[in-house]
């Protein structure tokens, strides 16, 4: 599935804005990490993401309208519905996982979503990988090792979770790559947000403990800067193309580094920079290459497959 890509006259870039938007965009997302390593693990980790999505719907009242009067084909609706699966398990994971690892090492395996996507395109949407993004998914991989080190350090639950959440995104936002081409935007990302929070809600119902009014304010805020990231990481998008702003998504790392040292005492981890720096160094060179060759990039930013 090779689709030209729509080139945007130069005057309608900017460079600059869509750098700053993405630090934004970075720095809400390092904050949603940081209020989830402060929930811990009192609350489980699917009912804690049952209660972001869940409280995140408020969001969505403006969509309410168009989604009644929504008339799609069954095979678009067995597509949402797939997706909400696989954005579940991904979400619940990951909640799991953050509560367990250090910050650092959160973010910077979320940055292998990006290459299953790429992997993902190839075996599912028939997208063809030259030699150079066999390379660079290779080298992605290998950052994935120098992260893990197995072998050397203990890979605990935390770190496996990442793993398939990681894998999880990455079909999700496929997916999404699909049902796109049908429905518009606003329109996806709602119905993500209504089949993640059904799909969470018997997971959450199973564990459930009776959150206090500390913990309810925490995940509101979780949704709030969710929410907001997504929002400036469109911002961004509109106002640069994607070989600009994805290494910028480093910074994330930088943040979620400086985050875990200053506040949570998790000391720094050079391994997991540099596998964090191998990682998003291959995703960058592959979002390069796909705006050289002037196609509709299939591999996304690091922060499109987000909570």
């Known amino acids: 599935m090779r689709v030209e890509q729509d080139i945007r006259p130069e005057a309608a870039l900017h460079p600059g804005w869509g750098i700053f938007w993405m630090v934004v965009t970075g720095i809400l997302f390092v904050g949603v990490t940081a ?8 609350v489980p980790a699917s009912q804690a993401a049952f209660l972001r999505y869940a ?3 408020v969001f969505l009242l403006p969509m309410l309208g168009p989604l009644w009067r929504l008339r799609l084909e069954g095979r678009i609706w067995a597509f949402f519905g797939a997706r909400g699966v696989l954005h579940t398990a991904g979400v619940a994971l990951w909640f799991f996982a953050m509560a367990r690892i250090p910050i650092a090492d959160v973010t910077a395996m979320n940055y292998l979503a990006p290459i299953y996507v790429t992997i993902g395109a190839a075996v599912f949407l028939g997208e063809r990988l030259a030699a150079r993004r066999v390379i660079a998914v290779a080298v992605a991989l290998l950052g994935a090792l120098i992260i893990l080190r197995p072998g050397f350090r203990e890979v605990g639950p935390g770190h496996l979770a990442m793993l398939f959440t990681a894998v999880f995104f990455g079909g999700s936002y ?12 606003g329109v996806v990302v709602a119905m993500l947000s209504i089949t993640v929070t059904l799909g969470l809600a018997p997971l959450a119902a199973a564990v459930w403990v009776t959150p206090t009014w500390g913990e309810l304010a925490i995940l509101f805020a979780v949704a709030c800067l969710a929410t907001g990231g997504h929002y400036t990481m469109t911002l961004a998008f509109r106002a640069a193309p994607l070989a600009v702003t994805q290494p910028v998504t480093f910074l994330q790392l930088v943040w979620a ?4 040292a200053l506040v949570f005492g998790e000391g720094v981890d050079l391994f997991v920079i540099l596998g964090g720096t191998v990682i998003v160094g291959a995703v960058s060179f592959i979002s390069w290459r796909e705006s050289v060759l002037k196609r509709r990039a299939i591999t996304p930013d690091v922060s499109a497959t987000k909570v």
Do not use: D, E
């Not at 209020?35 to 009192?42: A, D, P, W």
């Not at 999404?176 to 935007?185: D, E, I, L, N, Q």
């Not at 580094?257 to 875990?260: A, F, S, Y």
């Open 55 to 57: 409280m995140g719907l």
């Open 174 to 185: 496929l997916l999404a790559k699909v049902v796109s081409a049908r429905c518009s935007a």
């Open 35 to 42: 209020l989830v390593k402060i929930l811990g693990t009192r």
């Open 257 to 260: 580094v400086l985050l875990g």
